[in-house]
């Protein structure tokens, strides 16, 4: 067996979903246009969650269009947890067996069979966080052995199957379990200091003092993060979290995976980064050398498709004890920082970085290298869009149907971030850069505040005050 027909493949993602929006175009069966389903002009509207579950369910002649499965298996956490819908899929196929002529089991397995497995593979694949639940795991292997049991090739196929998604699970726990150890390590040694060293050890200049080398570590750690986030770490992020509420959809113990929050901590990180990195220095100079510097690592940035480092940056920058060093800004050429900060401008709901990832996209789709292929949206300002989307409609139609066409829309943004999460880093590592980056230690705010403080005196009587209880702290503090 060639590998194509040893495991059904599921399509990349930005087939699935075409260009006019969304593929909608399912075909109906029967059953559908009087089984709970409404369609107009054949796309599917919305329909109860019997009847969109019994959608999902391939049968002898049926087989689910995957735009309907990576939709339904994303947005039907809102509604019951994931070990409840595998558990009524594979009630659904034995019942379906159960139902099939008697004497016609060895052939009713052979036409389905393949089906059911495809649908495994592709909930697998797409969502195997939801497989770190013992149940999951439980319902996956009954259903598998099923399938399995009595032909070799169905036997091999699942073994495959399990062996994939374990490698996948195993490898997520491993990533955790790196991340826990960097985020031990770079925890705030530097909190204050009582005054501030005459020489710093390192910075980011000594370590790395190429802009562009720099932008293509901070694109590696990126790629990488973004590489871990499951689509459903998304809608998991509005299931009800009320303790009040006794709802039975609150899915309170579905949450796995913290992928989603440990890379906004990133961008937090980094914009706490390039602010001690400013405000470090003891020369007006250096510190100006320092804002050009991550200007120049900015525009890098921006080359490459990297909008999420490019923004933490920029934040960095305006933060209060950056933006005060009037003095310092004066040493700077600011004309390139200023073409960035337009680029990055929140006004008109951020029109200029919309249409500049627009470009980025189309540039991503056409690319004939993993180089041209990047694209890491500036990531808060996605989740706020989905969050607004799912606010901004409601779940259920006043007949009591679930509203898919808001399902629809939630998965087509989510799958262009599927799109995007998957491309390889073509860049180098730099092991020494990226250690520097993850792991040097970081001000806190009052730190930075000391620090600009001490570089360039308060101005004011609200500066004066803070700068003496600072100075208190940090001599009080042993």
């Known amino acids: 067996l060639s590998p194509q027909e040893r495991m059904p493949q599921t399509p990349p993602f930005a087939a699935m979903f ?28 919305s329909g109860s969650l019997e009847a969109l579950i019994q959608h999902l ?49 060895k052939n009713w397995i052979q036409k389905i069979a393949p089906k059911i497995l495809q649908l495994l593979t ?58 826990a150890k960097i985020n031990a390590t770079s925890k705030d040694h530097l909190t204050l200091l009582k005054t501030k060293p005459q020489t710093v050890q390192r910075d980011i200049i000594t370590v790395c003092n190429d802009p562009y080398v720099l932008a293509q570590q901070l694109t590696h750690i990126e790629l990488e993060r973004l590489n871990y986030i499951g ?22 113990d579905q949450k796995k995976t913290q992928n989603l929050e440990a890379y906004v901590e ?12 400013i405000c470090m220095p003891v020369k007006k100079k250096h510190r100006a050398r320092v804002i050009e510097y991550f200007t120049d690592v900015a525009r890098e940035c921006f080359n490459i498709g990297n909008f999420n480092s490019l923004m933490a940056i920029i934040s960095g920058m305006n933060m209060s004890p950056v933006s005060r060093l009037k003095k310092t800004w004066t040493k700077v050429k600011t004309d390139k920082f200023d073409i960035l900060e337009h680029q990055m401008d929140p006004s008109s709901n951020f029109y200029n970085y919309r249409t500049a990832l627009r470009g980025a996209a189309q540039r991503s789709l056409t690319a004939h290298s993993n180089r041209e292929k990047i694209v890491i949206p500036f990531f808060s300002l996605l989740i706020k869009d989905i969050y607004f989307l799912n606010e901004g409609c409601a779940n259920h139609l006043p007949n009591g149907h679930i509203n898919f066409e808001k399902f629809w829309e939630l998965a087509k943004q989510v799958s262009e971030f599927m799109t995007w999460k998957q491309v390889e880093c073509p860049f180098e590592r730099d092991l020494k850069v990226l250690q520097y980056l993850l792991t040097v230690p970081v001000f806190s705010d009052d730190a930075l505040y000391l620090a600009s403080y001490e570089s360039e005196s308060p101005e004011n009587h609200l500066e004066k005050d803070r700068w003496k209880t600072l100075r208190f702290v940090s001599e009080a503090t042993p």
């Open 18 to 45: 075409d260009s006019s929006g969304y593929n909608r175009n399912l075909y109906q069966s029967k059953e559908d246009s009087c089984g709970g389903l409404y369609y107009h002009d054949n796309n599917l509207l």
């Open 57 to 105: 369910v391939p049968s002898v002649d049926y087989y689910p269009d995957r735009t309907y499965i990576f939709t339904f298996l994303l947005s039907s956490r809102l509604f019951m947890h994931p070990y409840e819908l595998m558990a009524k899929v594979c009630h659904l196929c034995t019942e379906q067996r159960r139902l099939s002529e008697p004497g016609l089991d």
């Open 122 to 179: 592709e909930w697998t694949e797409t969502f195997p966080y939801d497989f770190r639940d013992e149940r999951m795991m439980r319902n996956l292997k009954e259903l598998a052995q099923r399938i399995a049991s009595g032909d070799e090739v169905y036997r091999k196929k699942v073994q495959q199957l399990l062996q994939n998604l374990i490698r996948k699970l195993t490898t997520v726990g491993q990533y955790e379990e790196v991340l």
């Open 231 to 252: 689509p459903e770490e998304f809608v998991q992020a509005f299931v009800q979290k009320d303790p009040l509420d006794n709802d039975k959809r609150c899915c309170g």
């Open 266 to 277: 990133w961008f937090n990180r980094l914009s706490y980064l390039v602010a001690t990195e």
